[in-house]
């Protein structure tokens, strides 16, 4: 895969004498890279061409398209974003193609990491609530992503007989959980078909995409813009920010209906997205375990990991319910 030089990228964007050669900042989905020039410091993107279509039904320049148009409304609407840098000759949007790869750059920005004692309660939920009512959808029922994980109790018990017979350490414990699998499957499946408030949203609310400035929190990545349910999103981002805690939790979600959001319909699942997660997170390591696709990048101990998500299905079930019982 294409990885560009300094001089290209800064020719490409109108960004000036580079002063330096890029430095990689993180190899992942994306790649992305730090840029100086005379004109400033710039971060830049790089897509792999599998990246995209969790919007669309397109790939990654459907998936892009998408995420743009809505990361300007965003922007229009006083959300706290990075600015990007337009390309002197765009292929689409902010993006320009650059061999066989698309390329994006914002202007850098000074920041650190989100730390455990940053309080961004009231700035999550607010920035939160303004994202689900920047395009709501009015239709029921969750996207077919939310479906991926969700198969028939026949394919469970086939993919832990075969594991048995693979001689995986997990597949006993495999056996014990699926009572719980099923029943969450069925939770979830009910939701699909009910849930009344999706919206399209930034659908990548995560501790590493929340940068911390001298003027506060900034909300960046804004390419895995999704359809979703805005309470089960809500209740999802609140409890990986909480870390769990239900003070911080209710300190966010408190802060969301504050601003407008909605969460009364989810009662008692208002955190079943985070159960979905774990379900899809699962699901797809079983079927890696047993060979049936390919390793994602991203995925490094298949079989360790198995064994310690279905170890600790039925805690981490009983936390989330726990949670919502306490709010």
């Not at 706290?80 to 066989?100: C, F, R, S, Y």
């Not at 909300?219 to 769990?244: K, P």
């Amino acid at each position: 895969m294409y990885s560009p030089t300094a001089d290209v990228i800064a020719e490409t964007f109108a960004l000036g004498e580079p002063v330096a050669d890029l430095v990689l900042v993180r190899r992942g989905d994306t790649d992305t890279w730090r840029l100086e020039t005379a004109t400033g410091a710039y971060f830049v993107k790089g897509y792999w061409s599998s990246t995209g279509g969790q919007s669309t039904a397109g790939g990654l320049t459907d998936q892009l398209a998408a995420a743009m148009a809505f990361e300007d409304r965003a922007r229009a609407a006083g959300i706290d974003l990075a600015e990007p840098i337009a390309p002197v000759d765009p292929t689409l949007g902010w993006v320009k193609q650059i061999n066989e790869r698309l390329f994006r750059v914002y202007r850098w920005i000074e920041h650190r990491p989100l730390e455990d004692d940053d309080d961004i309660a009231d700035w999550l939920g607010r920035t939160m609530a303004q994202v689900h009512q920047l395009e709501p959808l009015g239709a029921a029922g969750l996207p077919d992503w939310w479906r991926t994980a969700l198969r028939p109790r026949a394919d469970w018990e086939k993919w832990f007989t075969t594991a048995r017979e693979q001689g995986k350490e997990w597949a006993d414990l495999g056996w014990d959980r699926l009572p719980q699998i099923v029943e969450l499957t069925d939770r979830i499946r009910e939701a699909c078909e009910f849930a009344p408030d999706c919206t399209l949203t930034h659908g990548d609310f995560k501790t590493h995409n929340l940068l911390i400035t001298g003027t506060g929190p900034i909300l960046v990545d804004w390419d895995s813009v999704r359809t979703d349910s805005a309470a089960l999103e809500a209740g999802r981002v609140a409890y990986i920010f909480g870390a769990g805690e239900p003070e911080p939790i209710s300190r966010i979600l408190t802060a969301y209906t504050a601003a407008g959001g909605d969460l009364t319909w989810a009662g008692h699942d208002v955190f079943l997205s985070e159960a979905r997660h774990d379900l899809h997170i699962l699901f797809e390591h079983v079927l890696t375990c047993l060979g049936h696709i390919p390793q994602p990048r991203w995925m490094t101990t298949p079989d360790q990991t198995t064994a310690t998500l279905l170890s600790e299905f039925p805690a981490k079930l009983t936390r989330l319910q726990d949670a919502a019982v306490q709010l």
